[in-house]
């Protein structure tokens, strides 16, 4: 088994970098002061059960959960405690877990509310295009309200509308989560397609294997803390993971 990570020294490279991270939710420390970075270009997952602290972390990363000490550095400038609106304005942008698309609104609708930040017209009716290329469905459904959708295609126009914003860093929060086996693959082969496109990636997933299987590197959280990190295909392989996260037993 790895050695327990208890901190970090960043990387010179990093896009984002935690130090010491602390965020207390309804009274609870759900982040224990982590250590975490994520280089240019890099997809990075964040994996652990239920409770670890995942969510919580991306929220206040975003601006959406106070921070109670700690900092967090997004392309080199202290953000700690930003508004998520400014730091989309930053190129930083994330698809929630539960997707928060809105139902009233068709998919078309729901994209051009990611691209509210900018103002360049045509090339956002070409980027709309592309995600009607990365998502064939949406097109066929694109006046459709997005409350009708199913949760796959929900989740689809969730990244999608993410995507519009033109992040550097896309922040995934449990992107197949309640979602049917054919629609998870064609969720992560998109992740990757993004990744290789040159959109650093942090994904938080329960999908220990498949989050693993596509990511560089890995960070395994529990109880609120870090406790392993490293190449993702060493965790992949690692006893003790596999017997907590993949359900084989660490003997």
Same mark, same amino acid.
């Given at each position: 088994?790895?050695?327990?990570?208890?901190?970090?020294?960043?990387?010179?490279?990093?896009?984002?970098?935690?130090?010491?991270?602390?965020?207390?939710?309804?009274?609870?420390?759900?982040?224990?002061?982590?250590?975490?970075?994520?280089?240019?270009?890099?997809?990075?997952?964040?994996?652990?059960?239920?409770?670890?602290?995942?969510?919580?972390?991306?929220?206040?990363?975003?601006?959406?959960?106070?921070?109670?000490?700690?900092?967090?550095?997004y392309d080199g400038k202290d953000i700690t405690g930003r508004p998520a609106f400014e730091l989309v304005r930053n190129g930083l942008a994330m698809v929630p877990e539960g997707r928060g698309v809105f139902g009233a609104l068709t998919i078309e609708e729901n994209l051009a509310m990611g691209a509210y930040v900018r103002d360049d017209?045509?090339?956002?009716?070409?980027?709309?295009?592309?995600?009607?290329?990365?998502?064939?469905?949406?097109?066929?459904?694109?006046?459709?309200?997005?409350?009708?959708?199913?949760?796959?295609?929900?989740?689809?126009?969730?990244? @999608?509308?993410?995507? =519009?914003?033109?992040?550097?860093?896309? +922040? $995934?929060?449990? !992107?197949?989560?309640?979602? /049917?086996? &054919?629609?998870?693959?064609?969720?992560?082969?998109?992740?990757?397609?993004?990744?290789?496109?040159?959109?650093?990636?942090?994904?938080?997933?329960?999908?220990?294997?498949?989050?693993?299987?596509?990511?560089?590197?890995?960070?395994?959280?529990?109880? @609120?803390?870090?406790? =392993?990190?490293?190449?993702?295909?060493? +965790? $992949?392989?690692? !006893?003790?993971?596999?017997? /907590?996260? &993949?359900?084989?037993?660490?003997?």
């Open positions: 088994m790895s050695d327990p990570v208890t901190g970090s020294s960043g990387s010179a490279s990093a896009l984002l970098e935690l130090s010491k991270l602390e965020v207390a939710y309804g009274g609870i420390q759900a982040v224990k002061g982590i250590d975490l970075h994520v280089d240019k270009g890099e997809l990075v997952c964040l994996i652990g059960a239920n409770g670890a602290g995942k969510t919580t972390t991306l929220k206040g990363i975003c601006g959406l959960q106070p921070v109670k000490r700690g900092t967090i550095r017209r045509a090339a956002i009716a070409t980027d709309i295009e592309r995600i009607f290329h990365l998502f064939p469905r949406l097109k066929e459904r694109r006046r459709q309200t997005a409350g009708t959708l199913s949760g796959g295609e929900q989740q689809m126009l969730a990244m @999608g509308r993410a995507l =519009l914003s033109k992040p550097r860093l896309l +922040l $995934l929060d449990e !992107p197949s989560m309640g979602l /049917a086996p &054919l629609m998870v693959q064609k969720v992560f082969e998109t992740v990757m397609t993004v990744s290789q496109e040159g959109v650093t990636i942090l994904l938080i997933e329960q999908n220990a294997k498949l989050a693993l299987e596509v990511s560089n590197r890995g960070y395994v959280m529990e109880s @609120g803390a870090i406790t =392993l990190a490293g190449d993702a295909k060493t +965790l $992949l392989h690692d !006893p003790a993971v596999r017997a /907590a996260y &993949l359900g084989e037993s660490a003997a």
